[in-house]
Every structure is written in structure tokens, then in C-alpha cells.
């Protein structure tokens, strides 16, 4: 069973940094795939950062890069999200996620109801 536990989010002022954690349990070599979403109240899901275990390619979505930082340490079995130079419309809930559609994530910015594993989020606050 997949088990994904994210940590790290708490309130930040402007221009700060965190580093989100995501321990992950399960996975298999299959699940080649991980990544960070977001979602603001009343906002949808987005990608914000994705990463391919195999290949080691990532990508992140526009507003975010030079600012934040996908990375993943397999002895741990921790991915992680550095995050600098927050800006206020960088609060929402993040979520980890494993075994999407990586392609698809990135073309879409989301991915469809029912397919990957999510973790339960963990919240990012920033003020200004």
C-alpha cells in the first residue's frame, strides 16, 4: 500500500523559504513518477513541480522557476520541494503525488480524478 506524508508547511513572510518533505512508503520501482501540487481556496489544482526518477528530468511550471526545487534522496525515500523567494500567491495546500501521468501532468498542469497516489497536504501560508 502506498502511503505518501507530507510535512514542512507552516507561515513564511514574503521572500522566505521552506522545504516541503514527503516520505513515502510502498512505492515500487514502477512508480517512477513524483511530484508537488497546489491548490489555493477557490482555486484549482496545479502542478508545481514534477520529477522522473529514471531519467532524473523535472519541470515546473512557469511561476515558479529559479524559486523553487524538486529533489528526491531514494535512501530516504523522502521527496522534497525547496521553496525561496515565497510570494503571497505561493499559499495553498500542498500535495505530494506519485505514478501519474508525467506527460500529461506537465502538458495539463493536473492530473485526471482517480489516477495517482496523493499524500493529505500540508499547508503553506505566506504573508505580505
Given at each position: 500500500q502506498v502511503q505518501l506524508v507530507e510535512s514542512g508547511g507552516r507561515l513564511v513572510q514574503a521572500g522566505g523559504s521552506l522545504r516541503l518533505s514527503c516520505a513515502a512508503s510502498g512505492l515500487?520501482?514502477?512508480?517512477?513518477?513524483m511530484g508537488w501540487f497546489r491548490q489555493a481556496p477557490g482555486k484549482e489544482r496545479e502542478l508545481v513541480a514534477a520529477i522522473k526518477w529514471g531519467d532524473r528530468s523535472t519541470n515546473y511550471r512557469d511561476s515558479v522557476k529559479g524559486r523553487f526545487t524538486i529533489s528526491r534522496d531514494n535512501a530516504?525515500?523522502?521527496?522534497?520541494?525547496?521553496?525561496?523567494?515565497?510570494?503571497?500567491?505561493?499559499?495553498?495546500?500542498?500535495?505530494?503525488?506519485a505514478d501519474f501521468h508525467y506527460e500529461y501532468a506537465v502538458r495539463h498542469g493536473e492530473v485526471p480524478p482517480g489516477f495517482g497516489y496523493w499524500g493529505q497536504g500540508t499547508q503553506v501560508t505566506v504573508s505580505s
Open positions: 515500487t520501482f514502477s512508480n517512477d513518477v530516504k525515500n523522502t521527496l522534497y520541494l525547496q521553496m525561496t523567494s515565497l510570494r503571497p500567491e505561493d499559499a495553498a495546500d500542498y500535495y505530494c503525488a
